[in-house]
C-alpha cells in the first residue's frame, strides 16, 4: 500500500519532540518506537546488513546470537540493486530461526521463529528498505545467560539452564509470547535514517512483564551497537567479511564443533573470572548445534578482533 509506506516515511523522516515514543499495545504486546541516523552510504547500509554473505550479527552484535534462514526462503541478494522510480519493489519473503543475547533486564535468552519480508522501493527518489517480523508460535524456553563485562564488548554467557538469573527469579519459565517489528530505513543525504516500531509480549504463567522502557532499552541497545560497527573506521571491505565468512562455511562440522568448544571455554573462563559463574556451572553444549550457528558465533569473534573489541578467540584461531 504506497500511501501507508508513504505515511510511514514521513513520520520518520519527519520532526517530532523526541526520537522514542511508547506505542498503543498489539495484540497484548507491549509497543515502543525509536529512531537514530547512522552515518553510511544507503548501498553499504544494505550490503552490510542484508546479504546472504554476511551474516546479521554483525549489525546486530548485542542483540543476536544468530539468525538463520529457513525452510522454502527466498535467498538474500548478495548484492541490491537500486530502485528506480519507476520500477516496482523488490520483496523477499521468508522464515527466520532466530537465537538473541541475554536480555539486559533479567538475563533470559531466547530461540523463536519469525516470518519475515523485505521491501526495497523508491519513495520519491530515496531509496527505502522496510524490514517487517513477525513471530510464529512462543519461543524456546527461556534460558539463564549473562552479560560478561560492558554490554558494548559483546562478550555472553550461555548456561543451556532453563531460569534466569535475577535473584528470586531462578525458578521461572520464561518465554517471548509475540514480538512483532517494522523497521523503516530511508536513505537521508550520506546516512540513513532507521525508525523501528516494536512490540514484545514476554514473561511467565501466560503473563507479560514487558514495560515501554524495556522494548525502548532494546532498541537503543541495538541502535549504538549497529552504529558502532558501520560508522567504524575499522570495518572491512564486504569483499573482505564475506571471504571470512566462505572459509568457515567451508569447514567440515567436526573442525566447526571443535572450534565451538573453544569459544565455550573461554566464555566459561571469563564467566568464572567475572565471578558470575562457579566452574562447575553447566553451559551449552556445542553437540548437535547447527553448523549456520556456530559459523555465526565465530565470524562475531572475527568481528571483535577487526574492529578492537576484547574477542575471545585469536584471528588465527578462526
Not at 219 to 245: F, G, W
Amino acid at each position: 500500500d504506497s500511501q501507508a509506506v508513504a505515511t510511514l516515511v514521513d513520520y520518520v523522516l519527519g520532526s517530532k519532540p523526541s526520537r522514542e515514543a511508547g506505542l498503543p499495545s498489539y495484540g497484548k504486546a507491549t509497543g515502543a518506537y525509536h529512531e537514530f541516523d547512522t552515518r553510511i552510504s544507503f548501498p553499504n547500509f544494505l550490503k552490510y546488513s542484508y546479504s546472504s554473505q554476511i551474516p546479521s550479527v554483525l549489525t546486530s552484535p548485542a542483540s543476536l546470537r544468530y539468525s538463520q534462514w529457513t525452510g522454502k526462503s527466498q535467498k538474500l541478494p548478495a548484492s541490491w540493486e537500486q530502485v528506480s522510480p519507476d520500477e516496482k519493489p523488490i520483496i523477499i519473503r521468508g522464515s527466520e530461526r532466530i537465537g538473541i543475547t541475554p536480555d539486559l533486564t533479567t538475563g533470559v535468552y531466547y530461540k523463536y521463529d519469525v516470518k519475515k519480508m523485505l521491501v526495497l522501493l523508491n519513495h520519491e527518489g530515496r531509496q527505502v528498505l522496510l524490514s517487517v517480523a513477525k513471530q510464529v508460535d512462543i519461543s524456546d524456553v527461556g534460558k539463564k545467560g549473562f552479560i560478561l563485562g560492558s554490554d558494548d564488548d559483546w562478550n555472553y554467557y550461555y548456561s543451556g539452564e532453563t531460569g534466569s538469573a535475577m535473584t528470586g527469579l531462578g525458578w521461572v519459565k520464561a518465554y517471548i509470547y509475540d514480538y512483532f517489528s517494522v523497521g523503516v530505513h530511508v536513505q537521508s543525504g550520506s546516512s540513513v535514517r532507521s525508525g523501528v516500531f516494536q512490540w514484545i509480549r514476554a514473561g511467565w504463567s501466560g503473563m507479560n512483564f514487558v514495560e515501554k522502557k524495556h522494548v525502548i532499552n532494546g532498541m537503543k541497545r541495538y541502535a549504538r551497537n549497529s552504529k558502532t560497527v558501520l560508522e567504524s573506521p575499522r570495518l572491512p571491505a564486504p569483499s573482505q567479511i564475506a571471504s571470512t565468512y566462505q572459509r568457515l562455511s567451508a569447514l567440515p562440522q567436526n573442525v566447526l564443533v571443535e572450534k565451538c568448544s573453544t569459544l565455550q571455554k573461554a566464555r566459561k573462563q571469563l564467566a568464572v573470572q567475572k565471578s558470575r559463574v562457579g566452574v562447575n556451572e553447566k553451559q551449552d553444549s556445542c553437540v548437535g548445534v547447527p553448523k549456520e550457528q556456530i559459523i555465526e558465533e565465530l565470524m562475531l569473534e572475527y568481528f571483535k578482533n577487526v574492529l578492537g573489541k576484547p574477542a575471545l578467540l585469536r584471528t588465527t584461531d578462526l
